[in-house]
Nanobody, 123 residues
Framework: QVQLVESGGGLVQAGGSLRLSCAASARTFVGYAMGWFRQAPGKEREFVAVINWSGATTVYADSVKGRFTISRDSAKITVYLQMTNLKPEDTAVYSC????????????????WGQGTQVTVSS
């Protein structure tokens, strides 16, 4: 069954903004850190951002620092990725993922994944 569902992707012009959402199934991932990854055609999956359970700690890839913001709601059910000043190089399928371990950036340590949502940035 699907445990994580992303939404909010779409087509946007360079310089524009999008907010992605990742909804968990009720309280399935209590205590988990949540992350966002992306994969462009012909490229390997890369880390984007991660947030711990409390929301107090975040880590970002160098390529998105200052432009993207990860957050989660008070109920810890939904995690967001606010993307601003988007660039064509940001075009990719974005997936959210969950890990029961402490905050980290290694994809292999995440145990649940969403189906992904397409983000396309035109020039």
């Amino acid at each position: 069954q699907v445990q994580l569902v992303e939404s909010g992707g779409g087509l946007v012009q360079a310089g524009g903004s999008l907010r992605l959402s990742c909804a968990a199934s009720a309280r399935t991932f209590v205590g988990y850190a949540m992350g966002w990854f992306r994969q462009a055609p012909g490229k390997e999956r890369e880390f984007v951002a991660v947030i711990n359970w409390s929301g107090a700690t975040t880590v970002y890839a160098d390529s998105v620092k200052g432009r993207f913001t990860i957050s989660r709601d008070s109920a810890k059910i939904t995690v967001y990725l606010q993307m601003t000043n988007l660039k064509p190089e940001d075009t990719a399928v974005y997936s959210c993922a969950a890990t029961p371990r402490s905050i980290q950036t290694v994809a292999s340590n995440f145990v649940a994944w969403g189906q992904g949502t397409q983000v396309t940035v035109s020039s």
